[in-house]
C-alpha cells in the first residue's frame, strides 16, 4: 500500500508541543496528522494518505451514523531510554481488528497495512511521543461504514482511520485501588458482540458506568447476562483473582468477554513467576466468600490505557465486601512493574512482545 503524504501546512511549533507533551491529560489533545484508508467493493484498500488532522466529512445517511458500524482498537507509542520509539505486541492490535471486523460485516484490513499506517504516523508525529515516566503516545485505529445508504446491510463503503494522543502518566503515584460497582445491566450476551471491540458494547455501557459514578464508584462490574452470577469483565478492563495458595482464576474467553492483549501478556508474565493460571467462570458469590474468608488477596483489572490496575472495594444492590485491606496489593504493584518496564525498554524484552519502530 503506498500512503501519500500530504503534510500539515501549519504544524504546531516545538515549543508549543512541548507545552503540550508536559501535562497532556488524556484523549483531548492530538497530532498534526492522521492516516485515512479506503475501502470499496471494486478497489479493496486504495487512497492512503497521511494527512493533517483533520474533520471527516460523512453523509447523513452513512451507515455508521445509524445502524453502528464501528469498530476501533487501542495501543499505545513508547519512548523507550535510548530515544527509541516502541510498540507493545501491534500485531496483536492488527488481528483483533479484523476479528472485530468479521463479528461486524466489515473487511479484513491486512496486518502490514495497519501496522504501516502506524510506522506512517509515526514518522511525521514521533516528536508527540512523550518521554516522562509513565507517559506514552496513544494511538487509536478505527473503521467506519461510510455508504450512503439507509438499509440494513453490511455497507459497501468503509474507512480506516488512525489518529493519536499524548497521554499523560494515568496515576500520578503507583496506582490506588479502585472501588467497583456491580451492575444489574448487562454488557454482553452470549452470541453478541462482547468478544468484538466495537464502540456499540461502550455506548451500552454508559448508563451502567454513569450509574456507578453517582454511587461514588471508579469503575462498573459486569456478570453474565444469562445467570446473572458469573463475573466477566470491567466496562473497559479485563480481571483477575489472586489467591493465598498461589493460584490466580481470569474468566474465561467464551465470547461475551473482550480478549485483552494486556490480559494475554499478565497470563504469561504470572506463569513465569510460578503462579498458577486458570481461566475459569468464576462466581461474585465465590468472589465474596473468597474475600471474607481471606483466601483471595488480591483483585486486579487490566488494559492498555491504566495497565494494571488494583481492586480495592466492590459493592452491589446486596450489600458489599473490601479485598485485603483494601488498598494496593503486593502482587498487582509488581505485575504492574514488570509489564511496563518490558513495554518502555528498562527490561529485557525475552518474548518477542517489542517493535521498535526507529
Ligand atoms: C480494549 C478492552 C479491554 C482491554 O484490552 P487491552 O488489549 O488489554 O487494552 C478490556 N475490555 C474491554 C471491554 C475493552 O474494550
Redesign the pocket.
Known sequence: MEFVASPHPSPTSDEARQQELANPGFGSRFTDHMVTIEWDEERGWHDAVVGPYQGITLDPSAAVLHYAQEIFE?LKAYRHPDGAIALFRPEQNARRLNASADRLAMPQLPEEVFLDSIRQLIAVDGDWVPSAAGSSLYLRPFMIATEAFLGVRPAKKYKFVLIASPAGNYFKSGAPAVSIWISDYTRAAPGGTGAA?CGG?YAASLVPTKEAFERGHDQVLFLDAAEHKWIE??????LFFAFEDGSVITPPLAGT??P????DSLITLMREEGLDVREEPYSIDQWQADAESGKLIEAYA????AVVTPVGKVEGRKGGFTIGSGGPGQLTAKLRDRLVAIQRGTAEDTHGWVTRLT
Do not use: D, P, S
Open positions: 487501542g471491540k458494547n469483565e470491567l466496562g473497559g478492563m479485563n468477554i473482550l485483552g492483549i494486556t490480559r487490566c488494559g492498555t490505557a
